[in-house]
């Protein structure tokens, strides 16, 4: 969740700040945080926060898991997945698809 809060300008003008959690890094184990200012309304910061949520969950999927939702969303019309596995390809990881009729 993002965490908004308000700041105030040299100019005497109050501005918001959003600051959205990461992660944890996995070399130092600290937290991890995006944060954007300069917001002139709670709202826009508000939503700000909503668009780096959306990006980092997007980004937060492996390349493999990224195929599994693709497969997951991607079931026929009159159908629902069985199984999906994963066959070695060299180095390449594969995952394949068991489908099964409705």
């Given amino acids: 969740m993002a965490s908004v809060t308000t700041y105030e300008t040299s100019a005497g003008t109050t501005k918001y700040r959003v600051s959205v959690y990461r992660g944890t890094d996995p070399i130092t184990g600290k937290k991890m945080y995006a944060a954007r200012r300069g ?11 909503d668009r780096l949520e959306h990006e980092i969950k997007r980004k937060k999927l492996t390349p493999l898991e ?31 698809a068991t489908y099964k009729p409705i």
């Fill in 66 to 96: 990224q195929k599994f939702a693709d497969i997951k969303n991607s079931v026929p019309k009159g159908f629902e997945l069985e199984r999906i596995s994963v066959a070695f390809v060299g180095d390449e990881q594969v995952p394949t």
């Fill in 39 to 49: 917001f002139d309304t709670e709202q826009e910061a508000r939503f700000e926060g």
